[in-house]
T-cell receptor
Framework: GAVVSQHPSWVICKSGTSVKIECRSL??????MFWYRQFPKQSLMLMAT?????????EQGVEKDKFLINHASLTLSTLTVTSAHPEDSSFYICSARPGPEGEKLFFGSGTQLSVL | QKEVEQNSGPLSVPEGAIASLNCTYSDRGSQSFFWYRQYSGKSPELIMFIYSNGDKEDGRFTAQLNKASQYVSLLIRDSQPSDSATYLCAVNFGNEKLTFGTGTRLTIIP
């Protein structure tokens, strides 16, 4: 299967600081990547769709000014959680697909964010 | 509202038996269906995908799709303790996104 790399695996930060998470497609180009958030014992919730060379599309209820997404190249998307607060503590996972719409989606290893 | 429904479980199955996981979805026009396995603290791992009505087998896993009844299931034969995980059903509703169910927690009892 295709490989999606995500970094860092976990991060602990103080309230009010910003955290950047990187997502890379290692063996394919991805014009579209997806960012999910997962709280304990809950399912994945799509936060936004990251589009190479254009603005991200955010799901309803997700603050675009708080969760900044940049898709600078065909293999890299970044999510920056700005002014993080304890309620932002969650498991953040990126994903991408090497094929066309409707095809298999592969996930990065996830980032566990803990905001103190 | 496009939805994917799963029984949250937990589902307990003896080692060596068949585990049966079910999923229903709301849009009859959906085209592609996926099963992901997620271990605690890890990200989802794709284990099966199916696009056409009927059965699709891959090793110990069989995915079954019935578009008329709007359900998709996953069978795990000869269940092993390492199969204990949460299984997520995901459906593509004709756009670029995948919608996930809440997952079914499966426990294989040695």
């Amino acid at each position: 299967g295709a490989v999606v790399s995500q970094h860092p695996s976990w991060v602990i930060c103080k309230s009010g600081t910003s955290v950047k998470i990187e997502c890379r497609s290692l063996d394919f180009q991805a014009t579209t990547m997806f960012w999910y958030r997962q709280f304990p014992k809950q399912s994945l919730m799509l936060m936004a769709t990251s589009n190479e060379g254009s603005k991200a599309t955010y799901e309803q209820g997700v603050e675009k000014d708080k969760f900044l997404i940049n898709h600078a190249s065909l293999t890299l998307s970044t999510l920056t959680v700005t002014s993080a607060h304890p309620e932002d503590s969650s498991f953040y996972i990126c994903s991408a697909r090497p094929g066309p719409e409707g095809e298999k989606l592969f996930f990065g290893s996830g980032t566990q964010l803990s905001v103190l | 509202q496009k939805e994917v429904e799963q029984n949250s479980g937990p589902l307990s199955v003896p080692e060596g038996a068949i585990a049966s996981l079910n999923c229903t979805y709301s849009d009859r026009g959906s085209q592609s269906f996926f099963w992901y396995r997620q271990y605690s603290g890890k990200s989802p791992e794709l284990i099966m995908f199916i696009y056409s009505n009927g059965d699709k087998e891959d090793g110990r896993f069989t995915a079954q799709l019935n578009k008329a009844s709007q359900y998709v299931s996953l069978l795990i034969r000869d269940s092993q303790p390492s199969d204990s995980a949460t299984y997520l059903c995901a459906v593509n509703f004709g756009n670029e996104k995948l919608t996930f169910g809440t997952g079914t927690r499966l426990t294989i009892i040695p």
